[in-house]
């Protein structure tokens, strides 16, 4: 987890975002990262609306989840940016 939380903090930095991070003894953890308003600028990306999903992700797993997370943002990262 922390991996990931030092990874995002300095990737905000440059790559503005919104990250949700929630638990729930119903859907467990869940990851959602998201740029608002972009859908369009990245057509490669699912959508919600307006904004452009980056990552979406569910696991009861704590550690699992943000692993998970982390592997996916780095994916959508080189797939839509060229690169982290």
Same mark, same amino acid.
């Given at each position: 987890? %922390?991996?990931? #939380?030092?990874? =995002? %903090?300095?990737k =905000?930095?440059?790559?503005?975002?919104?990250?949700d991070?929630?638990?729930?003894?119903t859907c467990d953890?869940?990851?959602?990262?998201?740029?608002?308003? &972009?859908? =369009?600028?990245?057509?490669?990306?699912e959508? %919600?609306?307006?904004d *452009?999903?980056?990552?979406?992700?569910?696991?009861?797993? +704590?550690e699992? &989840?943000? *692993?998970? +997370?982390h592997? *996916? #943002?780095k994916?959508w #990262? #080189?797939? %839509?940016?060229g690169g982290y």
């Amino acid at each position: 987890m %922390n991996d990931f #939380l030092k990874f =995002l %903090n300095e990737k =905000l930095k440059d790559f503005p975002m919104h990250v949700d991070i929630g638990y729930n003894k119903t859907c467990d953890w869940g990851i959602y990262i998201y740029k608002k308003g &972009c859908a =369009l600028d990245y057509p490669k990306s699912e959508k %919600n609306g307006n904004d *452009a999903v980056i990552v979406n992700v569910k696991d009861s797993d +704590t550690e699992t &989840c943000f *692993a998970r +997370t982390h592997v *996916a #943002l780095k994916e959508w #990262l #080189l797939e %839509n940016e060229g690169g982290y």
